[in-house]
């Protein structure tokens, strides 16, 4: 029932009757701030640990206890401020969100409303149309709430205090996304910054990466923002973009049909593929944000934000240039090898171990071709590698000097994953070093003449098919390691 | 034994250190004599065994090296005490053992204080004669059926009574200075950030601190020196170099201005209360001090806006008492109803009053009406201070508008018992030192306080003047024991 028009690849509009509707997407993203300890107390941040074992007084809030903020987590949001091209605000202040709940042991959230950390910055997508901007409106620092588990006992709620007071930086886009296919690219680009500069790991299923989505639609070409309703909570990006598809044809339907759309907060059921509504904007909790008298407002000053600039490394967009620049390497190619920062350093150590004759253009293929297959494959992270980015690169040599042959490298390859061995030595132990001595292949090859007289005849009076007939049997006579281009010279001259 | 308990804490550190007295005698005299008072209701937990025990391992191994050596000391119940129970004089934390110390406390007991026990306390020291306390009203010695001030009512009755011979309190509001008017006794609230908040009960934490309560001057100097300190843990504290109170103690004021703020003098203020203020401008005439008056222009504004601010911190500060997680739960069909039920039987009248105030003034749509002007007004208040400081060296003013009043005479008009704190808190809205000794009675032969406000970090100047003045007044409680009769 859905008419999804594709004019390129990544638009994505909803039409119905003669309306042609865009969609208005806004993100909230929740990423946890790598760091050993909390926002505002020493325990540990470290996932998968026992309930209610990582929990100090502070976190518990227990009586007259205070918060202390972590320096470190301040250092990760100005980095994370300055990855995103933001603005660092040198004052900002840490307010109370108050409500109830059981995992929020304080009675409030301790976050930042009015002056958060970071301010308006933005980041780049590539699409297959081209790049695209997306403004971030800010960056602020807040603690995480504990965790109720419902399903446990059938008669109470438990309540897990570990993440209690974990930092979280908020993410604010600004509604510039249009596609889920641009969400998509949004949330893996700032996924990598942040892997870039290690402020966040972007662990969805642990929970590291989180996001509320702000949904409108509106038909293409008006300015005005229709009605949005916001999606809290989504972990992972295909059930970001499950949710946004059935959000905006939900609203199509209900502006097809004379009807408003009520501005509300709803939930994504990831079972039934649909929304629903959590509490209308009537219902809307008030937090009775105020600035916490426990904390004073936090300064930091320009030497210490130049200071973080300093240490920030090259950031995927610049790496890509440089790879482009200096390597050759195509800009599809290399969007694909900046995209995680594992990767990127995986091809620069293969690059560099190649040393001075290198091909890039194999080292490109070979990684993104059979060894992404086989990451694939074990369902690993290039970081796991079994074949080290040394060995890789020792194979890549050997193919360029002509020691084996593209097709004995691949059969190498195969035995080189069963504990990063060396392919050198593999070459060497099975005896799979490329024959590239001419009087030995031209020794082979007279021997294959003489036994195909006929068909040699046949070859000089003109059936030149029959020259592929006589490379496949040299390669068979020499067991696959004759070197083919001597093989190619050497019958040409004898025929 | 009795003379024990009526020494200062200058006088008794001095016994011990010359060895005339033990901290078991000492700790003995003061258990004793609290066996005897508990019709004061000065104590809602008594750590008497303990106490006694610590004493005698004090005297086996004496180290008349610390500034309070083997001294046993009774502190409001507002400080988490680690394995003693703190209630904070709520039903709410009735159950409620910590397993850590405040930092404050723990100064104490680095330099040899021995706790007593646990001091009644206005409700989450909310309230201005510790009549809000789960734990029943305490007792002014002064007098039977008079209120001995509050929130550290149950601390001004135990140093009045003599059952402890220095205290500490807390003071958000007035709550250290006008109980020690009510019971004749001296109490300092030091600037802001210079004692710990870490392990306080808090009310209301950007008005919150606490302070020495004592006999005379001299021991809130000796006190205030072993309590204050930078402490990394509470991110308000203030790393600011401190004097040695007590050794740069001092009676030569001559030439320090004294402001005399025409503000203070409110409408409907009682003859006798004006009468006793100007007796005290003799008083630091006589010391040799300079008069001027000062004006303060934002006074009246101070109680409306402590009474949005106070409330505000609180009924955020307060939301953590859920049943949750330690103290009181009433159980309940579901968490909301949990809730309901715990933080309504957990929580006197007086302290939902507040937590409904504070709620109401930071709703959207008040928010900037009542929370943001009352933020704006404080600086205003802030300002006056700054102002007049550059004219003064501190302001004397009276501590309350009126001796300590009957058991009950207020409780039932939280307004009149609110305007008791009128002298009192501005200077936690500007966050500075502010004194309150005793320099007099009135007409019920009930004590009267004067109330000195200094510079932010000059408690040795507000201390200096207090010292000089308390020798030219001369002041004497006459406690009867009567309780004991």
């Given at each position: 029932?859905?008419?999804?028009?594709?004019?390129?690849?990544?638009?994505?509009?909803?039409?119905?009757?003669?309306?042609v509707?865009?969609?208005?997407i806004?993100?909230?993203?929740?990423?946890?701030?790598?760091?050993?300890?909390?926002?505002?107390?020493?325990?540990?941040?470290?996932?998968?640990?026992?309930?209610?074992?990582?929990?100090?007084?502070?976190?518990?809030?227990?009586?007259?206890?205070?918060?202390?903020?972590?320096?470190?987590?301040?250092r990760?949001?100005?980095?994370?401020?300055?990855?995103?091209?933001?603005?660092i605000?040198?004052?900002?202040?840490?307010?109370?969100?108050?409500?109830?709940?059981?995992?929020?042991?304080?009675?409030y959230?301790?976050?930042?409303?009015?002056y958060?950390i970071?301010?308006?910055?933005?980041?780049?997508?590539?699409?297959?149309?081209?790049?695209?901007?997306?403004?971030?409106?800010?960056?602020?620092?807040?603690?995480?709430?504990?965790?109720?588990?419902?399903?446990?006992?059938?008669?109470?709620?438990?309540?897990?205090?570990?993440?209690?007071?974990?930092?979280?930086?908020?993410?604010?886009?600004?509604?510039?996304?249009r596609?889920?296919?641009?969400?998509?690219?949004?949330?893996?680009?700032?996924?990598?910054?942040?892997r870039?500069?290690?402020?966040?790991?972007?662990?969805?299923?642990?929970?590291?990466?989180?996001?509320?989505?702000?949904?409108?639609?509106?038909?293409?070409?008006?300015?005005?923002?229709?009605?949005?309703?916001?999606?809290?909570?989504?972990?992972?990006?295909?059930?970001?973009?499950?949710?946004?598809?059935?959000?905006?044809?939900?609203?199509?339907?209900?502006?097809?049909?004379?009807?408003?759309?009520?501005?509300?907060?709803?939930?994504?059921?990831?079972?039934?593929?649909?929304?629903r509504?959590?509490?209308?904007?009537?219902?809307?909790h008030?937090?009775?944000?105020?600035?916490?008298?426990?904390?004073?407002?936090?300064?930091?000053?320009?030497?210490?934000?130049?200071?973080?600039?300093?240490?920030?490394?090259?950031?995927?967009?610049?790496?890509?240039?440089?790879?482009?620049?200096?390597?050759?390497?195509?800009?599809?190619?290399?969007?694909?090898?900046?995209?995680?920062?594992?990767?990127?350093?995986?091809?620069?150590?293969?690059?560099?171990?190649?040393?001075?004759?290198?091909?890039?253009?194999?080292?490109?293929?070979?990684?993104?071709?059979?060894?992404?297959?086989?990451?694939?494959e074990?369902?690993?992270?290039?970081?796991?590698?079994?074949?080290?980015?040394?060995?890789?690169?020792?194979?890549?040599?050997?193919?360029?000097?002509?020691?084996?042959?593209?097709?004995?490298?691949?059969?190498?390859?195969?035995?080189m994953?069963?504990?990063?061995?060396?392919?050198?030595?593999?070459?060497?132990?099975?005896?799979?070093?490329?024959?590239?001595?001419?009087?030995?292949?031209?020794?082979?090859?007279?021997?294959?003449i003489?036994?195909?007289?006929?068909?040699?005849?046949?070859?000089?009076?003109?059936?030149?098919?029959?020259?592929?007939?006589?490379?496949?049997?040299?390669?068979?006579?020499?067991?696959?390691?004759?070197?083919?281009?001597?093989?190619?010279?050497?019958?040409?001259?004898?025929? | 034994?009795?003379?024990?308990?009526?020494?200062?804490?200058?006088?008794?550190?001095?016994?011990?250190?010359?060895?005339?007295?033990?901290?078991?005698?000492?700790?003995?005299?003061?258990?004793?004599?609290?066996?005897?008072?508990?019709?004061?209701?000065?104590?809602?937990?008594e750590?008497?065994?303990?106490?006694?025990k610590?004493s005698?391992?004090?005297?086996?191994?004496?180290?008349?090296?610390?500034?309070?050596?083997?001294?046993?000391?009774?502190?409001?119940?507002?400080?988490?005490?680690?394995?003693?129970?703190?209630?904070?004089?709520?039903?709410?934390?009735?159950?409620?053992?910590?397993t850590?110390?405040?930092?404050?406390?723990?100064?104490?007991?680095?330099?040899?204080?021995?706790?007593?026990?646990?001091?009644?306390?206005?409700?989450?020291?909310?309230?201005?004669?510790?009549?809000?306390?789960?734990?029943?009203n305490?007792?002014?010695?002064?007098a039977?059926?008079?209120?001995?001030?509050?929130?550290?009512?149950?601390?001004?009755?135990?140093?009045?009574?003599?059952?402890?011979?220095?205290?500490?309190?807390?003071?958000?509001?007035?709550?250290i200075?006008?109980?020690?008017?009510?019971?004749?006794?001296?109490?300092?609230?030091?600037?802001?950030?210079?004692?710990?908040?870490?392990?306080?009960?808090?009310f209301?934490?950007?008005?919150?601190?606490?302070?020495?309560?004592?006999?005379?001057v001299?021991?809130?100097?000796?006190l205030?020196?072993?309590?204050?300190?930078?402490?990394?843990?509470?991110s308000?504290?203030?790393?600011?170099?401190?004097?040695?109170?007590?050794?740069?103690?001092?009676?030569?004021?001559?030439?320090?201005?004294?402001?005399?703020p025409?503000?203070?003098?409110?409408?409907?203020?009682?003859?006798?209360?004006?009468?006793?203020?100007?007796?005290?401008?003799?008083y630091?005439?006589?010391?040799?001090?300079?008069?001027?008056?000062?004006?303060?222009?934002?006074?009246?504004?101070?109680?409306?806006?402590?009474?949005?601010?106070?409330?505000?911190?609180?009924?955020?500060?307060?939301?953590?008492?859920?049943?949750?997680k330690?103290?009181?739960?009433?159980?309940?069909?579901?968490?909301?109803?949990?809730?309901e039920?715990?933080?309504?039987?957990?929580?006197?009248?007086?302290?939902?009053?507040?937590?409904?105030?504070?709620?109401?003034?930071?709703?959207?749509?008040?928010?900037?009406?009542?929370?943001?002007?009352?933020?704006?007004?404080?600086?205003?208040?802030k300002?006056?201070?700054?102002?007049?400081?550059?004219?003064?060296?501190?302001?004397?003013?009276?501590?309350?508008?009126?001796?300590?009043?009957?058991?009950?005479?207020?409780?039932?008009?939280?307004?009149?018992?609110?305007?008791?704190?009128?002298?009192?808190?501005?200077v936690n809205?500007?966050?500075?030192?502010?004194?309150?000794?005793?320099?007099?009675?009135?007409?019920?032969n009930?004590?009267?306080?004067?109330?000195?406000?200094?510079?932010?970090?000059?408690?040795?100047?507000?201390?200096?003047?207090?010292?000089?003045?308390?020798?030219?007044?001369?002041?004497?409680?006459?406690?009867?024991?009567w309780?004991?009769?």
């Amino acid at each position: 029932m859905d008419e999804i028009m594709s004019k390129n690849n990544s638009e994505y509009l909803i039409e119905r009757n003669d309306n042609v509707y865009e969609v208005v997407i806004g993100l909230e993203v929740h990423a946890q701030v790598t760091s050993n300890s909390k926002l505002f107390s020493s325990s540990s941040t470290k996932f998968g640990a026992e309930p209610n074992t990582q929990v100090s007084l502070v976190d518990a809030a227990f009586p007259g206890m205070l918060p202390v903020i972590n320096e470190f987590c301040v250092r990760q949001a100005i980095k994370t401020g300055i990855g995103l091209k933001a603005k660092i605000n040198n004052k900002s202040v840490f307010d109370r969100k108050n409500y109830f709940y059981a995992d929020l042991p304080q009675g409030y959230q301790i976050s930042q409303y009015k002056y958060p950390i970071v301010g308006e910055g933005n980041v780049i997508l590539d699409m297959p149309e081209g790049q695209k901007q997306v403004g971030i409106e800010r960056l602020h620092l807040e603690q995480d709430a504990g965790k109720s588990i419902h399903d446990i006992d059938p008669s109470n709620t438990l309540v897990d205090l570990n993440r209690s007071g974990v930092a979280l930086m908020e993410i604010v886009s600004k509604p510039d996304l249009r596609s889920p296919d641009e969400v998509n690219a949004y949330i893996k680009k700032l996924r990598s910054i942040m892997r870039y500069l290690g402020t966040c790991d972007g662990n969805m299923q642990e929970g590291s990466l989180r996001a509320d989505v702000n949904v409108s639609v509106r038909i293409k070409g008006s300015t005005d923002l229709g009605t949005r309703c916001e999606i809290k909570n989504v972990n992972s990006i295909k059930f970001m973009q499950m949710a946004i598809i059935y959000e905006a044809n939900r609203q199509v339907d209900l502006i097809e049909e004379g009807q408003e759309i009520d501005q509300e907060t709803r939930l994504f059921d990831t079972k039934k593929n649909e929304t629903r509504s959590m509490r209308s904007k009537e219902d809307a909790h008030d937090y009775r944000y105020f600035p916490d008298p426990d904390l004073l407002p936090l300064e930091v000053t320009d030497e210490f934000i130049d200071k973080l600039k300093s240490e920030i490394p090259e950031l995927p967009d610049d790496k890509k240039k440089r790879f482009i620049d200096e390597f050759k390497v195509s800009p599809y190619d290399a969007t694909i090898l900046v995209s995680d920062i594992d990767t990127a350093k995986y091809f620069e150590e293969v690059v560099a171990k190649m040393g001075k004759n290198r091909d890039m253009k194999l080292a490109v293929n070979w990684i993104t071709g059979e060894l992404f297959a086989v990451l694939n494959e074990k369902n690993i992270e290039i970081a796991q590698s079994p074949i080290s980015a040394k060995n890789l690169a020792k194979l890549i040599n050997l193919i360029k000097n002509g020691t084996i042959s593209g097709k004995i490298a691949k059969t190498i390859f195969e035995l080189m994953l069963d504990g990063d061995i060396d392919p050198q030595i593999i070459v060497e132990e099975k005896g799979l070093k490329q024959e590239s001595d001419p009087k030995a292949l031209e020794a082979l090859i007279d021997k294959i003449i003489n036994d195909n007289r006929e068909k040699a005849i046949e070859y000089k009076q003109g059936k030149e098919k029959l020259f592929g007939f006589f490379v496949g049997q040299a390669m068979k006579a020499s067991g696959g390691k004759a070197n083919p281009q001597l093989i190619n010279e050497i019958l040409k001259k004898k025929l | 034994m009795s003379e024990i308990t009526s020494l200062t804490l200058y006088e008794l550190i001095k016994n011990i250190k010359e060895k005339k007295i033990s901290s078991n005698e000492a700790a003995k005299s003061f258990v004793d004599r609290a066996e005897k008072s508990k019709k004061i209701n000065a104590y809602v937990t008594e750590n008497f065994e303990n106490c006694l025990k610590l004493s005698k391992e004090f005297d086996d191994k004496p180290n008349f090296d610390l500034k309070l050596p083997g001294i046993p000391i009774a502190v409001k119940d507002l400080f988490c005490t680690n394995e003693v129970r703190t209630t904070a004089g709520s039903n709410i934390l009735n159950n409620f053992v910590p397993t850590y110390e405040s930092t404050v406390t723990q100064n104490i007991w680095n330099e040899g204080g021995i706790l007593l026990g646990k001091l009644n306390c206005d409700e989450f020291a909310m309230g201005s004669s510790n009549e809000t306390s789960f734990f029943g009203n305490v007792q002014n010695p002064i007098a039977e059926d008079l209120v001995p001030g509050g929130s550290s009512g149950g601390s001004s009755a135990a140093l009045a009574a003599n059952l402890t011979p220095v205290t500490i309190g807390t003071d958000t509001g007035g709550s250290i200075r006008q109980p020690a008017s009510f019971t004749g006794t001296v109490g300092l609230k030091p600037t802001y950030g210079s004692c710990s908040r870490y392990g306080i009960v808090a009310f209301a934490s950007s008005l919150d601190q606490a302070g020495p309560m004592s006999k005379d001057v001299k021991d809130s100097s000796i006190l205030l020196e072993v309590i204050s300190s930078f402490d990394k843990k509470d991110s308000t504290s203030i790393d600011f170099k401190r004097n040695n109170y007590s050794s740069e103690l001092t009676r030569n004021i001559k030439g320090l201005k004294i402001g005399i703020p025409k503000e203070y003098r409110v409408d409907g203020m009682p003859d006798e209360i004006e009468k006793f203020w100007k007796k005290g401008i003799e008083y630091a005439k006589d010391c040799g001090a300079e008069i001027i008056d000062i004006s303060l222009p934002h006074t009246s504004y101070a109680l409306p806006t402590y009474y949005i601010v106070a409330p505000a911190e609180a009924s955020s500060n307060l939301a953590r008492y859920d049943g949750v997680k330690y103290g009181l739960r009433s159980s309940g069909k579901n968490l909301i109803d949990m809730y309901e039920k715990t933080r309504s039987e957990g929580f006197g009248e007086e302290v939902k009053r507040r937590v409904m105030i504070g709620t109401y003034v930071l709703s959207s749509g008040y928010y900037d009406a009542y929370y943001l002007k009352a933020q704006k007004v404080r600086q205003l208040i802030k300002q006056d201070f700054d102002q007049a400081y550059n004219k003064v060296d501190a302001i004397l003013t009276p501590s309350t508008p009126s001796s300590a009043f009957k058991i009950g005479e207020k409780s039932n008009d939280p307004v009149s018992m609110y305007l008791n704190d009128i002298f009192t808190v501005p200077v936690n809205l500007a966050g500075l030192p502010g004194i309150s000794i005793p320099a007099g009675v009135d007409k019920n032969n009930y004590p009267l306080g004067l109330q000195i406000i200094g510079k932010p970090f000059d408690e040795q100047t507000v201390l200096n003047i207090a010292y000089s003045m308390e020798e030219k007044i001369n002041y004497k409680n006459n406690i009867t024991d009567w309780w004991m009769k």
